[in-house]
């Protein structure tokens, strides 16, 4: 049950972490298209000044509108190319960014997976390091009859109580009872 409750915490920690880390990268996508959107329009709105600049009677500029006006379109078309170079470039963050995102779920997912193995397994794997009879699952009820003098009164309660949660043999619970009542 402890183990449930820590995993069920680790992965509203690891969800709530990524549902930030995700609002986040959103949030940072929408700043980087609105300042696309602004730069944009900044720059129609300069090139309309400037073209009603060299289009005004009397200007000093006026003389030379004609080339003013090509060089400024030249100019505006290199900043609108510049402006969907970055546009690409940011689209191309967007999909690392999403590719990202989902390595990171998938990270997370495996991560998890890992901490939600059951604790059975684990106290399996404790038991057997401390158990008193070696290799006790695979032996016979000859084989574990013939290793029971060797051991304590409590390590003959060790065996009995696993004995009686896993195989049940009728023969071996006997002898384990009768050896601790002569023991105790």
Same mark, same amino acid.
């Given at each position: 049950?402890?183990?449930?409750?820590?995993?069920? *915490?680790?992965?509203?920690?690891?969800?709530?972490?990524?549902?930030?880390?995700? /609002?986040? %990268?959103?949030?940072?996508? @929408?700043?980087?298209?609105? #300042?696309?959107?602004?730069?944009?329009?900044?720059?129609?709105?300069?090139?309309?000044?400037?073209?009603? $600049?060299?289009?005004?009677?009397? /200007?000093?500029?006026?003389?030379?509108?004609?080339?003013?006006? !090509?060089?400024? !379109?030249?100019?505006? #078309? !290199?900043? %609108?190319?510049?402006?969907?170079? !970055?546009?690409?470039?940011? #689209?191309?963050?967007?999909?690392?960014?999403?590719?990202?995102?989902? %390595?990171?779920?998938?990270?997370?997912?495996?991560?998890?997976? $890992?901490?939600?193995?059951? +604790? /059975?397994?684990?106290?399996?794997?404790?038991?057997?390091?401390?158990?008193?009879?070696?290799?006790?699952? @695979?032996?016979?009820?000859? =084989?574990?009859?013939?290793? +029971?003098?060797? $051991?304590?009164?409590?390590?003959?309660? =060790?065996?009995?109580?696993?004995? =009686?949660?896993?195989?049940?043999? @009728?023969?071996? $619970?006997?002898?384990?009872?009768? *050896?601790?009542?002569?023991?105790?």
């Amino acid at each position: 049950m402890i183990d449930r409750n820590a995993s069920g *915490r680790m992965d509203r920690g690891a969800e709530g972490a990524q549902a930030e880390w995700l /609002s986040a %990268m959103q949030s940072l996508a @929408e700043q980087i298209h609105k #300042q696309q959107q602004t730069s944009q329009q900044m720059i129609q709105e300069l090139m309309n000044t400037y073209i009603q $600049l060299l289009n005004t009677p009397g /200007s000093y500029l006026s003389g030379q509108a004609q080339q003013q006006q !090509q060089s400024l !379109q030249q100019t505006a #078309q !290199q900043w %609108m190319e510049q402006a969907q170079q !970055q546009q690409q470039s940011f #689209q191309q963050q967007s999909f690392q960014q999403q590719s990202f995102q989902q %390595m990171t779920q998938e990270v997370l997912g495996s991560y998890s997976k $890992l901490f939600n193995i059951p +604790l /059975s397994y684990a106290k399996e794997g404790l038991r057997d390091a401390r158990f008193p009879i070696e290799g006790y699952d @695979e032996l016979t009820v000859e =084989e574990v009859s013939g290793r +029971l003098d060797a $051991l304590s009164t409590e390590d003959l309660r =060790e065996v009995r109580d696993y004995e =009686e949660h896993t195989k049940n043999r @009728e023969t071996i $619970l006997e002898q384990l009872d009768r *050896r601790i009542r002569s023991g105790s």
